[in-house]
């Protein structure tokens, strides 16, 4: 028996299972929530027999069906809402009933924008967020931050398409470091390490297809030692992320420094098969204009963003988050 190939066929079926149980859990939930959604509509379609219809209806369900769960009074209410605000019944087939009914609930109580909405069943169903997770990306105004902050790189003029607009998309400001207790005095060093400390909140903040490969990583340049403040490999964009950080405000110099960095990576890392390297530099506060013609006539692809450092994460959010071995084990 050939090793390789008996190994390969393994992969596969695996592979191929795992697919399978997906799409069974998905046809599952859609059939669930389905129903829940055409129960919403025929309590909206009586909405003026008053609240006893549903305290009435949730008591005859339980007598008929007395081991199913799900059918609570305050449930059959965010079953009506949830037809109200979804009043086409293909759209929740084909795009709502992609995440659990639990992270449903969540958005119809915490975001109003359906457009905004779309857009974090889109990110729920892609990365796989529990929903405290999600819970955790709603109230750090991942939206806001991801999607409509006003963002200044230069990845349109450095970077070809579809990398530089893949790479604008994954670039977000502020980031929000809130696992890191902050102090006046904080160095950079500081956040450095209190962020390797954390590596699984670091990856979950910075956003799906990140690879941490080291802090301080080194480079020598022609006989000379430099340490990039924080190295990664983003397996989205098929590229090595040089991040640096910075505890003051933007200046334009910063630019200049990690634009050699980007240069040494490119030359001394970067494999034929990797597209060009991408820096992201992390100042406490930026002033766009300054930036923005600072980023103009540099040759390497860099973004710039501010952090802000909060309190910690909740223990519920902690819990969800994959050990330090884990994200090793990927790395490896």
């Avoid at 079953?79 to 019944?89: L, Q, S």
């Avoid at 857009?119 to 109230?139: C, D, F, M, P, T």
């Avoid at 450095?192 to 490969?213: H, I, N, P, S, W």
């Avoid at 030359?267 to 992390?282: A, F, H, T, V």
Wanted: charged share 25%; aromatic share 10%; with cysteine.
């Amino acid at each position: 028996m050939n090793t390789a190939e008996y190994i390969s066929i393994i992969e596969n079926i695996k592979s191929e299972i795992t697919a399978a149980q997906y799409r069974a859990a998905v046809h599952v939930n859609a059939d669930m929530l389905l129903l829940y959604y055409d129960i919403g509509c025929v309590i909206n379609e009586h909405k003026s027999w008053g609240n006893k219809f549903i305290d009435n209806l949730a008591a005859d369900i339980r007598i008929a069906f007395p081991e199913s769960k799900g059918y609570s009074v305050r449930n059959l209410k965010y079953m009506a809402k949830f037809a109200e605000i979804y009043p086409d019944r293909e759209f929740v087939q084909q795009v709502v009933a992609q995440i659990p009914w639990g992270h449903n609930i969540v958005l119809l109580d915490k975001v109003a924008d359906m457009d905004e909405r779309k857009w974090y069943i889109k990110k729920s169903a892609e990365n796989g967020w529990s929903r405290n997770v999600l819970v955790h990306q709603i109230e750090s105004n991942l939206y806001q931050r991801q999607v409509l902050a006003d963002k200044v790189t230069n990845f349109d003029h450095r970077l070809p398409s579809p990398q530089s607009e893949l790479a604008v998309q994954t670039m977000k400001d502020p980031y929000v470091f809130d696992f890191i207790p902050f102090r006046e005095d904080m160095l950079e060093r500081d956040i450095e390490q209190a962020l390797v400390r954390d590596v699984t909140k670091l990856l979950l903040e910075l956003g799906t297809g990140f690879a941490f490969l080291g802090n301080q990583y080194h480079l020598n340049v022609g006989g000379d030692d430099f340490y990039i403040d924080l190295l990664f490999y983003n397996l989205n964009l098929r590229c090595y992320v040089v991040i640096e950080l910075k505890t003051g405000d933007f200046k334009p110099e910063y630019a200049g420094q990690l634009n050699f960095y980007l240069s040494a990576v490119d030359g001394i890392l970067k494999k034929e098969q990797d597209n060009p390297s991408i820096g992201l530099l992390l100042c406490k506060s930026k002033n766009n204009v300054v930036a923005e013609y600072s980023l103009k006539d540099i040759s390497k692809p860099i973004g710039v963003s501010e952090y802000k450092i909060t309190s910690s994460l909740p223990d519920a959010l902690e819990k969800q988050l994959p050990s330090v071995e884990d994200i090793q084990k990927r790395i490896k």
